[in-house]
């Protein structure tokens, strides 16, 4: 089954059953909420026999992820940030160096500065983007690279293939965070990355109905290693949450796909529009990132994540994030509903303000998750907030009034 599982379609893989279906199985994967296992005796040798080491809905949608990547069974957790806490705590120990890319998910910095650095293992977080930065910054000591790529919240793009040459060349391994793009846009593991990390809560749920995080690797030994650590840490995705996942995974390329459609029309027209400074969006990258996208994407779509800065002052933003209607403000992305969120205050506010700021995160800086509404009435919403931002200006003494803006 497994075999000819990996020989099928991907939007083929997404439906197919983790394993061959039974006469009068049923069709949705069953949730198993037990805690325990009954063992015939003490040497039993049963699949399953405490759920914080396996559980068959768990196990269930593993297998489902691995394949996605044609790979073993992935390893779930309860989080994003539990898998990219235990793939660390696998890998490195004291005297080790990282390499991390210096745009990434706020929780990711904070987890590598605050709980992996005290441990005795040097950070060094560099623009992945800069292959020579990069070749710069690994050493003899550098056991992982760790990018994020397209980079949240700026979409910066990174060179996967390039950067896991770097990597190797130094007996390091690469690990992507996938979590913008999923298997569906980008496949890491075939561009040459060892690990992929996922924040499942995201796009391959898709519903915000549950928590959960993944690691995918080709390597048996570095998954039976993680697997202990989540063992010991006791960090595994619930059943529900496994259940929950697996529903969404089915539906992922539908989604993610119509998502992107509307998320390029939603770029292009904020970046015609004369109250907005900036647009970040990977089809609008440099020559040279663009080129990089265009090779790693599994199709034409950039993801469905567009970030933009207002021409207003931060009061402005501040005016448009209670104007907006259609877009719920949250920390968040990959839902089917439109989400914005401000990141200097939010997904990335344990940040320091000067290495925020380095990266391109400004107090003006906004992060949309475009959902699957109607692309004319999120434009239309995007609109009537832009222009109630842009509505307050600076005097030139500094104090803040309203003026009315046409357009």
């Known amino acids: 089954m497994e075999h000819h599982a990996h020989n099928l379609s991907f939007d083929t893989r997404c439906l197919q059953p983790p394993w061959p279906r039974d006469d009068g199985d049923p069709l949705v994967t069953p949730i198993v909420h037990s ?26 949608l593993e297998t489902a992820l691995g394949r996605l990547e044609s790979a073993p069974p992935a390893v779930s957790f ?64 550098t056991k992982l690279l760790f990018i994020e790529t397209p980079a949240n919240p700026t979409l910066e793009v990174s060179d996967i293939r390039a950067l896991a040459e770097i990597a190797h060349v130094q007996n390091a391994l690469l690990a992507v965070d996938n979590t913008f793009l999923t298997a569906v846009l980008q496949q890491p593991l075939q561009l040459g990355a060892d690990i992929s990390v ?7 749920d898709g519903h915000s109905s549950s928590l959960g995080g993944a690691i995918v690797t080709r390597k048996e030994d570095l998954l039976e290693r993680i697997r202990f650590v989540r063992k010991c840490v006791g960090s595994i995705q619930s059943p529900f949450n496994a259940w929950t996942t697996l529903q969404g995974l089915k539906t992922l390329p539908l989604r993610l796909r119509r998502q992107s459609d509307t998320a390029i029309e939603i770029a292009r027209w904020l970046r015609d529009h004369p109250h907005v400074r900036k647009v970040y969006f990977p089809g609008f990258a440099s020559d040279v990132q663009q080129r990089v996208a265009t090779t790693q994407r599994e199709s034409n779509h950039n993801g469905a994540v567009v970030s933009f800065e207002l021409v207003s002052s931060e009061n402005g933003v501040q005016k448009f994030l209670r104007a907006i209607k259609l877009f719920a403000l949250c920390e968040h992305v990959g839902s089917v509903e439109s989400l914005v969120t401000h990141p200097a205050s939010m997904t990335h506010a344990d940040v320091a303000r000067d290495q925020r700021e380095a990266v391109g995160i400004s107090d003006g800086l906004l992060r949309l998750s475009i959902g699957l509404e109607d692309v004319s009435e999120l434009i239309a919403d995007l609109e009537q907030a832009i222009t109630t931002a842009a509505s307050v200006v600076h005097t030139n003494n500094g104090e803040v009034q309203s003026c009315a803006v046409s357009g």
């Open 35 to 60: 805690s325990t296992f009954h063992r015939q005796s003490v040497i039993s040798n049963a699949r399953h026999a405490y759920s914080r080491v396996s559980n068959p809905t768990v196990d269930a």
């Open 78 to 141: 309860a989080t994003g940030l539990a898998a990219e806490a235990a793939l660390f705590l696998t890998l490195l120990k004291p005297g080790n160096h990282v390499v991390c890319g210096r745009a990434c998910y706020g929780g990711t910095t904070r987890l590598l500065e605050q709980v992996i650095q005290p441990l005795g293992v040097s950070v060094t977080f560099v623009d992945t983007t800069q292959i020579d930065q990069v070749r710069q910054a690994v050493t003899p000591f």
């Open 198 to 204: 996922y924040s499942t809560t995201k796009y391959i």
